[in-house]
């Protein structure tokens, strides 16, 4: 779809931008000493903590991707959310507590407080930095993905911009101003999401005239144009007619001689055309139409106006929808066609787990179909408690029971957060406003359905929501790199001083690589590659960390054996899976070693057993006198 | 180190309630898409729950373990 940007967007989003550089610059100005910067002396309220992990934890994964998954194949959006948040109950029952009375800045630190060993640290800076980059790719491609529409700069542009901002941050300031960016940006999310829902429920649902589109006879089809004939749509299948003004109507066939009218668009080198016109929004141009809209309503009425949040879903429930359905398709001479074709379902539908195609499996027949389903709602589960820059959070609280507050505070935010996205999503669905080729840009595209300014300011926070994000992954890394690597696993005898500076050029290296990762995989969807984070994550972490806390015969051998063996797999099953063969080489999925793309279900379990029988053959670790 | 034991008593009782999703969601999607309560199908119901349980778990735990 071609944006127009509009001038109120671009102000809107330069002074977010500016304020958030400011306010950085200004908070983090006293942060100079090495727990300063990587821990804010541990001064942090623990209000303000929690609001931060709710900053750190709604990524542009979560807002962007799962409110795109909604609004595109309904609950299945939603078994992300429940997923990421199940999650939290891992970190604050089983993790946190204990990390915290163990560790200084690191997760590294943690796992090796009993055992001085640099191996440990180099394992657990290893996995740290494998997990955040694999982790700032998806926040990367999301900033492109923004900044397309917004302000009309390319995608490659947009993540050079995310970049430098949040390397300048990150350098500039540390921890300190980094958790009072995720403060005002996680306040920010939850607010304007509120605002957002209690407008959806007083728009309630309402059936557009027109619809629901009911499928012409191929003959009165025909009669529009000139019929064409072209082997790459064979007559079977497609009818495609030729209209006056020049551009293709290609018509999907459907049993009893009717057929439905498609959205085609092609693209052919590096030119994108639009139902066989240049797309564009000029005369002689064409550009995809917006989509989602409620095509029949429980009792036949055509409005609901305003509804109460359990109306809202009732209705929805009761009601038919019409979604689009996306077919990719290679034609002769290297071109490439994608199909959008519209088709009626029942809410009732949408609301099941299985309408996706991440998901399908779930319905599937057997077991395999199924184990994909069960291995990303295991991954999600063990994950977040596994996730570096939200571990390095506990270190930035005083005391256990502030860790445990500001926990619960996350909770309350983060959950408040989960439930509105089902509005938003459920609501965008609705909306008319979609951009059937662009999931990820359903939650600012609802937004502008009510207002322009509203659509800037939840644009600017979105942007904001990557800012944040990304340089808390950018400060774990950093830490992983000078404190553990350096100091310990190389024996280099840093000062303070020293620390924090290199710690700075880590920050900018770790920058340039995740600029470059952003560039390279713009094509790849967002919410997907966040799944896979989760994978590794708790694959290469969470063995040991609950096995430290729980088996007092656990060794150093077993944990570094854990965390190696836990990341390798679930990289390689990650790089084997048909979804990578489809997404990310473009190769025929069937051909992919491994029986389904989710690892967590496999490797998580392996990560355990491989610690505890690499532990029971190391010798038993000697008690110190304490 | 210690975890307190009333922490490992909830995180299983969550964990319980967790597997009990998947299950449903994976082997027993007639039951999912049941109506019971307001009009709303046990997908929903069952999903929001668990939001709502995280809290109230955590909540709970704040005041437990003093």
Redesign the interface.
């Known amino acids: 779809m071609v944006y127009v940007t509009s001038p109120l967007a671009v102000g809107v989003f330069v002074t977010v931008v500016l304020f958030v550089l400011v306010l950085s610059w200004w908070l983090g100005r006293g942060a100079t000493s090495a727990s300063g910067y990587y821990a804010a002396h541990g001064q942090i309220h623990w209000f303000v903590n929690g609001i931060a992990f709710a900053g750190d934890y709604l990524s542009a994964a979560s807002f962007l991707g799962i409110c795109g998954m909604i609004a595109f194949y309904g ?1 299945d959006g ?2 992300y ?2 997923g990421y ?2 999650g ?3 970190a ?3 993790v946190a ?2 990390l915290k ?2 560790g200084k800045f690191t997760f590294g630190d943690a796992l090796d407080a009993r055992f001085h060993s640099r191996g440990i640290k180099l394992a657990a800076a290893v996995s740290t930095l494998v997990v955040s980059l694999f982790y700032l790719i998806p926040q990367m491609v999301g900033a492109g993905v923004l900044i397309k529409p917004l302000l009309g700069f390319s995608h490659a542009s947009g993540v050079l911009i995310v970049g430098i901002v949040v390397t300048i941050i990150v350098v500039t300031a540390g921890m300190v101003s980094t958790t009072w960016v995720q403060f005002i940006k996680g306040g920010l999310l939850v607010a304007f999401c509120l605002l957002l829902t209690t407008m959806i429920l007083r728009r309630g649902f309402e059936v557009p005239p027109g619809l629901p589109v009911t499928p012409v006879a191929a003959s009165l089809a025909q009669q529009q144009g000139r019929v064409i004939v072209d082997p790459d749509w064979p007559a079977d299948t497609w009818l495609q007619v030729q209209q006056p003004d020049g551009a293709t109507r290609t018509y999907r066939r459907l049993p009893g001689d009717q057929v439905r009218l498609t959205q085609v668009v092609t693209t052919v080198n590096g030119a994108t055309l639009v139902d066989g016109l240049p797309q564009g929004l000029e005369g002689g141009q064409r550009d995809l139409a917006t989509v989602g809209a409620v095509t029949a309503l429980p009792g036949g009425v055509t409005t609901t106006g305003p509804l109460g949040p ?1 109306a809202f ?2 209705t929805f ?2 009601s038919t929808i019409e979604t689009w359905t996306t077919e990719r398709r290679v034609l002769q001479g290297g071109r490439v066609a994608t199909v959008y074709t519209p088709r009626e379902q029942t809410g ?1 539908d949408l ?4 309408a996706s195609p991440t998901f399908k499996g ?2 599937g027949t057997t077991l395999f179909d ?1 184990l994909d ?2 291995s990303l ?2 991954a999600l ?1 063990a994950g977040t408690a596994s996730l570096p820059h939200i571990l390095i959070r506990y270190y930035t609280v005083k005391d256990v029971m502030a860790v ?2 500001s ?2 505070t996350g ?2 935010a983060i ?1 408040l957060f ?2 509105l996205t ?1 509005y938003l999503g459920l609501g965008a669905m609705t909306s008319g406003a979609l951009d059937v080729s662009n999931t990820n840009m359903a939650a600012p595209l609802l937004a502008r359905s009510f207002s322009e300014p509203l659509f800037a300011v939840i644009s600017a926070i979105a942007f904001t929501t990557v800012l944040g994000t990304v340089s808390g992954l950018i400060l774990a890394a950093s830490g992983a790199v000078v404190h553990d690597l350096l100091t310990h696993v190389w024996g280099m005898d840093l000062t303070d001083d020293a620390k924090v500076r290199a710690g700075k050029w880590v920050a900018v290296a770790v920058g340039i690589v995740a600029m470059v990762l952003g560039v390279v995989f713009e094509k790849l969807n967002v919410s997907f590659l966040v799944g896979w984070a989760f994978n590794v994550a708790a694959s290469a972490n969470l063995p040991s960390l609950v096995m430290l ?1 729980f088996w007092k015969r656990t060794t150093k051998e077993g944990i570094i054996a854990a965390i190696m063996v836990g990341m390798a797999s679930s990289l390689a099953w990650i790089l084997c899976s048909a979804q990578a063969y489809k997404d990310v080489y473009g190769w025929a999925p069937e051909t992919a070693p491994v029986p389904f793309s989710q690892p967590g279900i496999v490797t998580i379990p392996l990560g355990f057993l491989v610690l505890i029988v690499v532990s029971l053959l190391s010798p038993r670790r000697v008690e110190p006198a304490a | 180190m210690r975890t307190p034991r009333v922490a490992l008593w909830l995180f299983a009782l969550y964990l319980l309630v967790y597997l009990g999703f998947m299950a449903l969601a994976a082997f027993a999607p007639g039951v999912m898409a049941a109506t019971p309560l307001a009009g709303l199908p046990i997908s929903l119901l069952y999903g929001l729950t668990l939001i709502g349980l995280a809290f109230i778990l955590a909540a709970l735990y704040l005041r437990l373990a003093r």
Not at chain 1, 351 to 354: A, E, S, T, V
Request: charged share 15%.
């Open positions: 609950y939603f078994l959310s429940i948040l199940a939290w109950i891992v604050l029952f089983v507590e204990p009375q163990m359990v879903l009732r429930n009761e009732a609301l099941q787990p299985g779930v319905r199924k389903f069960l709602m295991l589960f445990r507050k926990t619960v909770i309350g959950g989960y439930v089902l806390l």
